[in-house]
């Protein structure tokens, strides 16, 4: 028995402000009329907001709450907040506890200290916060302060979007409107809305905190920049869904607590690939609602690991030899009367709606792999794409045997069978027989198809999904919209429809591939398709300024050019300051930590050299190993300088993507080099003397 027994549901949601607690704490009238507004029908009515921004007071001041604050997802993709108290001082010196409407709808934080791609300068300070009301305001308890947090976009004083929230908003608006005219056209007329629906999948890794203290790069850029090779990794394959280590097992016992709390329906928790790497993935949500329990869920991923004394690792690559970190984007599109527009059924070559939404997905993954590509580019990221780890940075969409079989038939004239899946024989009479998917999976796509939803294999475990889920939006909505014209024209729906989708299978069956997506044999067969291979972040971000992709973002009214290119901005200099910090953090630590102790160790063994020699006997060995050591120092030395003239001449470029590429192509082949000597002295100088804790350790000390 612990603390939770019988509780959870009790515990579920208990700290979000959520339908079941508005029905309650609400006047009728006053929950209808948000119901419509959150339906989409009608505008927030200002008598409205005051009496909920009242009842969410009382709702949160009994939850011990003194504060609130407007949350929002500024560029730096993290979150942000500004906390305000309730107290409002009364003439005889006391004070009453007091919310507005007004104060709920918009808040003013200064938007001089975001970033925002030269979209303001400091003298430009005003910002905006308004009220996302489609994702519920909730308590959070950060030790002892209590305070209300209302889910938010932020806005420049001119409109302009400076979060990542607002065009992930704007997407879902221009999806549910193409979506609806395909599906309208095709005959249904009973559904209302389109929403796109996430389940990120979040990886991460726990290193015990002591070692996190003791290494500089892991406390200042996420990941180590130093550290020869554990003599064991991830090679016997059993770190994979083993059994939990119990200080891990109460660890995600907690974190699943703190999430239930906020109402994020923490699901799924096992062991990953790596050594000290663990996965968490909730039931999906609408992508919004998603993207916000994400952050959340990533923040008390941190929290939490804390508090067990862990770290909890969120970047790409922490550890160089074994597997990243990634976060699979498991997206679909769902009607608000609950039909999923990615259900294939029983018979999918019969089932009209989802081959169009099938081919649409597949249309504009295909058109616009390159953008898709882009709002997965970071630093952190370029270590996983493109590097030897998987996914590959080649856009291709897995079907699976049986979509494929119908995609094939389409493309020959139209869908007149489905294979079937079957019964599972094991061979053994204790055992149930099994019905067998009609498709096996494939771990290696990086846009598969995985039964009634793509799973988007691409996004790095610290990004925010805002991106991608708004780039997967508009390329959809474009793609719908484009069959929604031509459906609208015709008397003849279906007629049209097979001839939408037969065109579709056979234009885009490129990207349609179920192999091993990690072989040499694939890029090349890619190459040979004309799919696009960009492996480098900056190379990726570049196409930003292609002109198709700004069009589709302008035109979906997801993001103006200026908007976009500010963001491109923004990414490029972040990628270039990510850099910048980590050659610092490698200079600081390679001549004040790894420099000294392999000097040290050298002193010790020239030492070593002579009092052997004088007691007459022969010190071959030492000698041998100490002519190692001061080469491998001289050769560290000769790096450390060489990075320094790199990073100096590179921070001199003025242009951010011209210093981008320096940062690329000259500062990190200096870093590279600069790390090989260190973790080759790694290999010999006597672990005593080490400064910095090694990978056997961090992976396997629970
Ligand atoms: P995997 O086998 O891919 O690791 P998981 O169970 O870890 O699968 O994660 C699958 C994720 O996909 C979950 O977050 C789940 O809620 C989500 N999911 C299921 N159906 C949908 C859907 N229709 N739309 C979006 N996400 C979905
Ligand atoms: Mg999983």
Same mark, same amino acid.
Request: net charge neutral.
């Given at each position: 028995?612990?603390?939770?027994?019988?509780?959870?549901?009790?515990?579920?949601?208990?700290?979000?402000?959520?339908?079941?607690?508005?029905?309650?704490?609400?006047?009728?009238?006053?929950?209808?009329?948000?119901?419509?507004?959150?339906?989409?029908?009608?505008?927030?009515?200002?008598?409205?907001?005051?009496?909920?921004?009242?009842?969410?007071?009382?709702?949160?001041?009994?939850?011990?709450?003194?504060?609130?604050?407007?949350?929002?997802?500024?560029?730096?993709?993290?979150?942000?907040?500004?906390?305000?108290?309730?107290?409002?001082?009364?003439?005889?010196?006391?004070?009453?506890?007091?919310?507005?409407?007004?104060?709920?709808?918009?808040?003013?934080?200064?938007?001089?200290?975001?970033?925002?791609?030269?979209?303001?300068?400091?003298?430009?300070?005003? $910002?905006?916060?308004?009220?996302?009301?489609?994702?519920?305001?909730?308590?959070?308890?950060?030790?002892?302060?209590?305070?209300?947090?209302?889910?938010?976009?932020?806005?420049?004083?001119?409109?302009?979007?400076?979060?990542?929230?607002?065009?992930?908003?704007?997407?879902?608006?221009?999806?549910?409107?193409?979506?609806?005219?395909?599906?309208?056209?095709?005959?249904?007329?009973?559904?209302?809305?389109?929403?796109?629906?996430?389940?990120?999948?979040?990886?991460?890794?726990?290193? *015990?905190?002591?070692?996190?203290?003791?290494?500089?790069?892991?406390?200042?850029?996420?990941?180590?920049?130093? $550290?020869?090779?554990?003599?064991?990794?991830?090679?016997?394959?059993?770190?994979?869904? $083993?059994?939990?280590?119990?200080?891990?097992?109460?660890?995600?016992?907690?974190?699943?607590?703190?999430?239930?709390?906020?109402?994020?329906?923490?699901?799924?928790?096992?062991?990953?690939?790596?050594?000290?790497?663990?996965?968490?993935?909730?039931?999906?949500?609408?992508? /919004?609602?998603?993207?916000?329990?994400?952050?959340?869920?990533?923040?008390?991923?941190?929290?939490?690991?804390?508090?067990?004394?862990?770290?909890?690792?969120?970047?790409?690559?922490?550890?160089?030899?074994?597997?990243?970190?990634?976060?699979?984007?498991?997206?679909?599109?769902?009607?608000? *009367?609950?039909?999923?527009?990615?259900?294939?059924?029983?018979?999918?070559h019969e089932n009209m709606i989802f081959l169009v939404?099938?081919?649409?997905?597949?249309?504009?993954? *295909?058109?616009?792999?390159?953008?898709?590509?882009?709002?997965?580019?970071?630093?952190?990221?370029?270590?996983?794409?493109?590097?030897?780890?998987?996914?590959?940075?080649?856009?291709?969409?897995?079907?699976?045997?049986?979509?494929?079989?119908?995609?094939?038939?389409?493309?020959?004239?139209?869908?007149?069978?489905?294979?079937?899946?079957?019964?599972?024989?094991?061979?053994?009479?204790?055992?149930?027989?099994?019905?067998?998917?009609?498709?096996?999976? /494939?771990?290696?796509?990086?846009?598969?198809?995985?039964?009634?939803?793509?799973?988007?294999?691409?996004?790095?475990?610290?990004?925010?999904?805002?991106?991608?889920?708004?780039?997967?939006?508009?390329?959809?909505?474009?793609?719908?919209?484009?069959?929604? !014209?031509?459906?609208?024209?015709?008397?003849?729906?279906?007629?049209?429809?097979?001839?939408?989708?037969?065109?579709?299978?056979?234009?885009?069956?490129?990207?349609?591939?179920?192999? !091993?997506?990690?072989?040499?044999?694939?890029?090349?067969?890619?190459?040979?398709?004309?799919?696009?291979?960009?492996?480098?972040?900056? !190379?990726?971000?570049?196409?930003?300024? !292609?002109?198709?992709?700004?069009?589709?973002?302008?035109?979906?009214?997801?993001?103006?050019?200026?908007e976009l290119h500010a963001r491109a901005e923004i990414?490029?200099?972040?990628?270039?300051?990510?850099?910048?910090?980590?050659?610092?953090?490698?200079?600081?630590?390679?001549?004040?930590?790894?420099?000294?102790?392999?000097?040290?160790?050298?002193?010790?063994?020239?030492?070593?050299?002579?009092?052997?020699?004088?007691?007459?006997?022969?010190?071959?060995?030492?000698?041998?190993?100490l002519v190692k050591v001061c080469e491998l120092i001289?050769?560290? /030395?000769? /790096?450390?300088?060489?990075?320094?003239?790199?990073?100096?001449?590179?921070?001199?470029?003025?242009?951010?993507?011209?210093?981008?590429?320096?940062?690329?192509?000259?500062?990190?082949?200096?870093?590279?080099?600069?790390?090989?000597?260190?973790?080759?002295?790694?290999?010999?100088?006597?672990?005593?003397?080490?400064?910095?804790?090694?990978?056997?350790?961090?992976?396997?000390?629970?």
């Open positions: 028995m612990n603390e939770t027994s019988g509780k959870v549901t009790e515990m579920f949601g208990s700290n979000v402000f959520s339908d079941a607690v508005m029905r309650v704490r609400l006047p009728k009238n006053a929950y209808k009329s948000f119901k419509r507004t959150l339906d989409g029908l009608e505008p927030l009515d200002p008598a409205v907001a005051d009496v909920m921004a009242n009842a969410m007071k009382d709702w949160a001041i009994e939850k011990g709450a003194t504060h609130f604050c407007h949350w929002f997802q500024p560029m730096t993709g993290l979150t942000a907040e500004k906390h305000d108290s309730f107290i409002s001082p009364t003439p005889d010196g006391r004070t009453i506890m007091e919310f507005s409407g007004k104060e709920l709808i918009k808040g003013e934080p200064d938007a001089s200290s975001f970033p925002s791609g030269g979209l303001r300068a400091t003298f430009e300070a005003r $910002g905006y916060t308004a009220w996302d009301c489609t994702s519920p305001v909730f308590v959070k308890e950060d030790g002892k302060n209590i305070t209300l947090y209302i889910p938010c976009a932020f806005c420049s004083y001119t409109g302009v979007a400076l979060d990542k929230k607002t065009p992930l908003l704007r997407s879902m608006d221009a999806l549910s409107t193409q979506a609806l005219r395909v599906l309208h056209a095709l005959g249904n007329t009973a559904s209302r809305r389109v929403t796109s629906t996430l389940g990120a999948e979040q990886e991460y890794f726990l290193v *015990d905190s002591s070692f996190y203290r003791k290494r500089l790069d892991l406390m200042l850029t996420g990941r180590t920049l130093f $550290g020869a090779p554990s003599p064991r990794g991830q090679e016997l394959e059993d770190h994979y869904f $083993g059994s939990l280590h119990e200080r891990v097992a109460t660890f995600m016992h907690e974190l699943n607590l703190e999430l239930w709390k906020l109402g994020v329906s923490a699901k799924t928790q096992h062991n990953e690939v790596a050594p000290a790497q663990y996965e968490i993935a909730p039931v999906f949500a609408t992508v /919004n609602v998603a993207t916000d329990h994400n952050q959340l869920t990533m923040e008390t991923l941190r929290k939490v690991a804390l508090r067990n004394n862990f770290c909890c690792l969120l970047h790409e690559k922490p550890f160089a030899g074994v597997n990243g970190s990634g976060k699979h984007n498991n997206w679909s599109m769902v009607t608000d *009367d609950g039909m999923n527009l990615l259900e294939p059924g029983s018979t999918p939404m099938l081919c649409a997905v597949v249309r504009a993954v *295909d058109k616009y792999a390159i953008l898709l590509r882009a709002s997965v580019a970071n630093a952190g990221n370029e270590h996983r794409l493109g590097a030897n780890e998987a996914p590959p940075a080649i856009v291709s969409v897995f079907l699976g045997e049986q979509l494929t079989d119908i995609f094939d038939q389409l493309a020959n004239g139209g869908a007149k069978s489905s294979t079937c899946g079957g019964d599972l024989k094991l061979g053994v009479s204790a055992l149930p027989s099994l019905p067998k998917d009609s498709t096996d999976r /494939n771990r290696t796509s990086p846009f598969a198809f995985t039964g009634n939803k793509f799973e988007f294999r691409m996004v790095g475990s610290s990004q925010s999904t805002s991106g991608p889920c708004f780039v997967l939006n508009t390329i959809v909505a474009d793609v719908l919209e484009e069959i929604a !014209d031509e459906l609208e024209k015709t008397s003849d729906v279906k007629g049209t429809a097979q001839k939408i989708t037969r065109r579709i299978a056979k234009e885009h069956r490129r990207i349609v591939y179920n192999g !091993d997506n990690y072989t040499r044999e694939w890029v090349a067969e890619a190459e040979k398709r004309g799919l696009p291979n960009i492996r480098s972040t900056v !190379d990726s971000l570049k196409t930003l300024f !292609d002109k198709e992709n700004v069009e589709v973002l302008k035109k979906h009214k997801v993001l103006s050019k200026t990414l490029f200099e972040n990628y270039s300051k990510l850099l910048h910090i980590e050659s610092l953090t490698m200079l600081n630590m390679a001549r004040r930590q790894i420099l000294p102790a392999a000097s040290q160790y050298a002193g010790a063994l020239a030492a070593s050299v002579q009092s052997v020699m004088a007691a007459g006997a022969t010190s071959v060995g030492q000698s041998k190993m001289n050769q560290m /030395n000769g /790096n450390v300088e060489d990075l320094e003239k790199m990073v100096n001449k590179t921070e001199e470029i003025g242009n951010s993507i011209k210093q981008a590429e320096s940062y690329r192509d000259q500062v990190i082949p200096a870093m590279a080099a600069l790390r090989q000597s260190a973790d080759e002295l790694e290999k010999i100088v006597d672990a005593q003397l080490w400064p910095l804790p090694a990978y056997a350790e961090m992976f396997f000390v629970k």
